[in-house]
């Protein structure tokens, strides 16, 4: 099991990788580790802050498929874009043209969610933040 | 002529003249709702437009009227009343919500630093919530710009359509340098009032993708949209248009509009004659 965490304008929060159900994306983001990126809230979708990380929507268009975000997951948007989205309320992946589009779920955030996901939605108001991501622990699967 | 002042944070003020408005009883119930002191953020169901809280309104319009619209236009102002919220694109924009499209009153379009007023609405998106006033103004009709126009003639008459440079500033161009054209313009079946006929197919545009892809038509609006057998499509919007097609929305980029009246315009797109599409160098004053 591969762990994470985030740090966003100093609140810290570990997340894991859904390598069974994403493991394309969730290898992805692991090769990735460690990066800082900017996150701003969403305009089309709802309830979430994005970054764009262009290898994350270029690893798979096919993996574990939602169009309505789960609540303080990780998703990624298929495309040279690479939107990788931080739900943290009611949010679906949308564009200008497309009212329901697909985004691949890779991974959760499990320890302190409510805290960081309390400064995603901070960026509604407040603006862009910067996000520092880094492993953590990668442990063999049970 | 009546209308408001909108400042957004410490930017320049703009105006907004009720000319263009799509209700004169939204743009009463407005004006009757002025001045305003609220803050204005980034939208997150809209698209590129800001969106600010702004007090409940009523708009008590001709029974079976409805003069709502969805899309939003780079510097256009829309209130929608029930929601009481009050929307500024300044890109690629929708009014939406969690559940889909809504409806809004488009009030009118901003004036005087108009790329100063969009850039202090897309600087919301990293920056930030600043304060958004909106007072009434006695404000100078908008004077159409100089340079190109797009003019719709048939024999001795024409109607000159203005540029929308914010929704279209690459296809006018494009647009402009492959005219004249001839157009038959025929009734849209599914959109509402809206004609459009068939771009000759020697006109290209170099790619399928549409700038400012916009399903609402405002009245008087010149669109263009790629069509089934891969050429390109000229719509006049002459009142209330939506553009669907038998799967649901479809879209255009409005590149140019005209200040005549929409029941005019109307009545002119009527006969059923083929119309000159040309470009004029530079509209006068």
Redesign the interface.
Known sequence: MKRFALTLSGVRAEGVLLEDAAPACSATWWSLLPFTAEI????????AGYTSLPPMGLASDSENLVTFYPRFSLCVRPGDFGEVVFAYG?A?A?S??I?AAWACHFADIDTNKDAFFAVVHG??????RVLEAARVTEEPNS | MPGFEVQVGSSEPVTVDYSRTLSKEAADAFAAMLPVNT?I?????????AVASVPHGTVREPAGASARAASLYPGWLVWDPAGGVLLASYG???Y?S?T??RYGYVLGRAAGDRQAFLAALAA??????VALTCRPADVDAAQPPRGPRFLLRRGADAVAFEPLPETAPESFGRLAAQLPAEVELAAARWSGQVRHGALPASLTFDTRALEH?AASLYPGTMAIAPADNGNWELLVSYGRTELRGPEG?A?ATPIAQTSLPADELGKWLETPTPISLSVEAESPR
Do not use: I, K, N
Request: charged share 20%; net charge positive.
């Open positions: 701003r809230h969403f305009r089309w979708g709802g309830a009611q679906q949308r200008h043209t009212l960026t509604m108001t407040g603006g862009m | 803050m953020r980034q939208a997150e169901w809209c698209g590129q437009a690629r924009a929708e939406r969690a889909g499209v919301l998106h990293s920056d930030g919530e892809p929305m879209y």
